[in-house]
């Protein structure tokens, strides 16, 4: 079973950001809904490349077909689906664009089965990856009747599917880092993950109850600490403190001195490990 890490901010506070720090971008892979910054380069420092598959005795314009994503959706989803690869099959890339979460679930499983090199799957924007699908017209048809509320059944279900369930389902060495949007809840007196789609999702789905560690993203301002260097600004919060609702597991982080930690992707997956005795 692979491991889990959330993380949570504000925009601008340093989540994307923090993935600069990780030491190899090539054992990373990223799944996202559109096109953004990846922050992650190569070993030669170059921009990290999208999911291929390259199968002998295709001609090139064969090739390009395949890494299109209808045609290698299908292939994956095959090829989980029996775990088993065609002969002479190169896999390479660190970075996939779905079309629908449904997908995030094959790409995710897929890395697991395939991709051995690959020891963290980011999904950079949870947020996002819901809001596609609310704005979808297959989704926006659904609205009337028993359909209109199923709709967000299944949403809530192909949401759990991918992000959580999967983890269950991958490498024991595999970490899934997962990045939210956060909101101030008046009511609470806290911060809480933006779940597009209302009270119709946000009752039927709880994605905080997943994790056993779940970070903060946070920016100490001007007026906070005004002789402070700005790349000292950008933080983690690691447990419960003020608004924010952080938490890790027991002695996995110094409560005396590391209430706040450096915006450091690397430095907490060093850490997830280490306390789950598990080798990077």
Sequence with gaps: MGMLLGIAGE????KSH?????????????????PKAAYLTKKD??????????KPGLTMSESLRLWNGTELIKIIDKMVAYRSSPPNMEVSGNYYIVNDIVEAEVIVKFVSEFMPHIKVVIFPDFTHFVTDKLTSPLFRNRN????????????????????????????????????????????????KIFTPGGKMLSEKFKPESYFDVFLYSHYIDEDTSPNMDFKDRFRFITRKWKHFDARCMGGMFDTTTELMIPNDLQLVIDRLRKYQGIAA
Excluded: W
């Design 144 to 191: 009337t009747g028993n359909d209109a509320y199923g709709r967000y059944v299944d949403l809530a279900a192909d949401t759990f599917n991918a992000f959580f369930k999967s983890a269950k389902q991958t490498r024991d060495d595999l970490v899934q880092v997962i990045e939210f949007h956060v909101e101030f809840n008046e009511i609470a007196k806290s911060y």
């Design 11 to 14: 925009q601008n506070t340093g």
């Design 45 to 54: 420092g170059k921009n990290i490349e999208p999911l291929r598959i390259n």
């Design 18 to 34: 923090s993935r600069t720090t990780m030491r190899n971008g090539e054992e990373c892979f990223i799944i996202m809904p559109s």
